[in-house]
């Protein structure tokens, strides 16, 4: 027999809301757009994009003279022509060689000045970093006649190390802002705990720092090179002899008043083109880490 003190005691039913059917989800905005409203834009923009770039290859592997929208038969004598007879393969080398020496330099002098500027504290910090950003809004041309000046006196005009000296200058100050704020994000204590285990900064630096900045300088060191091996004003205004230019100055080389050769024009551009997008294609991921983690304020 249950007592009135027990009824008393005893907890209250729970009344459990029942739960939506599985097969009723929440509506976004986005579901009730049609398909056909997003894919259509991107189709056009597609189409757009892709359009250049097959008139390239239609320049560059139908035969000379003929007026088919379709390149066939395939021939590669513009490619040959470029690369023989137009000294490509001597433009090529030199840019190659122009743009992993900005790389490298560009990478290893960031590397340092980001550092500085993560982890130290000093007077013209903040006017240091406003000097940085205020430098990306003057124009290369504008100082071309005081760097001929400079080269001149120092014997370098039509030298390579001129064009790769000209490059790093210009690379620097966004190139340290990446590092240094990819720096930031590295937690500090990581480098106190191997002070603690004995190293000095340089071995902290080396062993946990540098190995966690992958990231970081892959980015840094591809925007470097892919800029080195595009830009075209320096290497004009500094190089002279043919043996010393690169790429973009020998693509200039291919047009005259009179004429152009759009066969090997196209082939140039290709042969410009394919390397830069094999390195991006390799380094990709690398690359969008890289700058998403260094634009994100320390």
Sequence with gaps: ????????????????????????????????????????PLSIYLVFTLIPFYWILLFALRPAGSTSLVPWPITFDHF???????????????????????LVMTTLVALAGGYALARFDFKVKNAFMLALLCSQFVPGALLLVPLFEIFAELNMINSLGSVIIAETVFQLPLSMILISN??????????????VDGCNRMTAFRIVVLPLLRPGLIAVGSFAFVHSWNHFLFALMFLNNQDKQTIP???????SA????????????????????????????WLITGFSAGAVKG
């Design 182 to 195: 990819f720096i930031k994000n590295v937690p500090y204590s990581l480098e106190e705990a191997a002070w």
């Design 258 to 285: 009179d004429s152009v050769d759009l066969g090997a024009l196209a082939a140039g551009g290709i042969i410009a083109a394919v390397p830069v997008v094999i390195v991006f294609a390799f380094i990709q991921k």
């Design 80 to 102: 040959e022509k470029v690369w023989t007879q137009r000294a490509f393969g001597t433009y090529f080398e030199n840019s190659v060689y122009v743009g992993l020496a900005t």
């Design 249 to 255: 100055v020998g693509l200039n080389t291919l047009m």
């Design 1 to 40: 027999m249950i007592t009135k003190e027990a009824t008393e005691l005893a907890p209250a039913p729970v009344h459990e809301t029942p739960e939506p059917p599985r097969s009723v989800k929440r509506r976004r905005a986005w579901d009730e757009v049609p398909r056909w409203h997003i894919y259509l």
